[in-house]
């Protein structure tokens, strides 16, 4: 199983940013796919997740109305948009996948993670 992750950055307060995730070696469409944080000096927190059938559910109610996200079984990608980016949400940002649906999976700990990719809001 891999997960990349790719388009992290620098970007200012206010902004946008659109990250995704890449998933090889498994049945993407079977998964549910997530997104965890983790930031500097804090401990890791789920931020959303998308199931094997679209349902989305927020890990942290800080990113509602602001994040969203959506998969391409297609391209087994799944795609977490960040607007109305805060300094707080800087973190490394992890893809992960889980083969549970996304409450499950994030009680009894996601089965695969992906390397970070760091997300920089900042002036």
């Known amino acids: 199983v891999q997960l990349q992750a790719f388009g992290g950055g620098l970007v200012q307060p206010g902004g946008s940013l659109r990250l995704s995730c890449a998933g090889s070696g498994f049945t993407f469409r079977d998964y549910s796919i997530g997104w965890f944080r983790q930031a500097p000096g804090k401990e890791r927190e789920g931020v959303l997740c998308?199931?094997?059938?679209?349902?989305?559910?927020y890990y942290t109610d800080s990113v509602k109305g602001r994040f969203t996200i959506s998969r391409d079984n297609a391209k087994n990608t799944v795609t977490l948009q960040m607007n109305s980016l805060k300094p707080g949400d800087t973190a490394v940002y992890y893809c992960v996948a889980d083969p549970l649906p996304c409450v499950e999976a994030a009680y009894y700990g996601m089965d695969y993670w992906g390397k970070g990719t760091l997300v920089n809001v900042s002036s």
């Open positions: 998308i199931g094997s059938l679209g349902t989305t559910r």
